[in-house]
Nanobody, 119 residues
Framework: QVQLVESGGGLVQAGGSLRLSCAASGNIFSINAMGWYRQAPGKQRELVAG???????NYADSVKGRFTISRDNAKNTVYLQMNTLKPEDTGVYYC?????????????WGQGTQVTVSS
């Protein structure tokens, strides 16, 4: 079992910044990559950024150059630094930790944290 607890969401004006944190606990040794997803009202959940245990990162095109994902392995925590926020970044942000691969993959999710960007 893996538990993920997010924090750091809130209300910010366009152009502002927020930093999200995701603390992992439990069977953390089963975790390789971690990521952040978001879900806007009426839309599907989408990948925002991911990071492997080795530190390789990937980003959605819509956030490249504005968001940075990082991890502190000593603290079992993943961060998402969000700069130059836009109203379209509004949504619930979820931390994700997949374990296993292929048909054996299982995804752990945090409870979500609301990010609202006002224009």
């Amino acid at each position: 079992q893996v538990q993920l607890v997010e924090s750091g969401g809130g209300l910010v004006q366009a152009g502002g910044s927020l930093r999200l944190s995701c603390a992992a606990s439990g069977n953390i040794f089963s975790i390789n990559a971690m990521g952040w997803y978001r879900q806007a009202p009426g839309k599907q959940r989408e990948l925002v950024a991911g990071i492997t245990s080795g530190g390789s990162t990937n980003y959605a095109d819509s956030v490249k150059g504005r968001f940075t994902i990082s991890r502190d392995n000593a603290k079992n925590t993943v961060y998402l630094q969000m700069n130059t926020l836009k109203p379209e970044d509004t949504g619930v942000y979820y931390c994700n930790a997949p374990v296993g691969v292929g048909e054996a993959r299982y995804d752990y999710w945090g409870q979500g944290t609301q990010v609202t960007v006002s224009s």
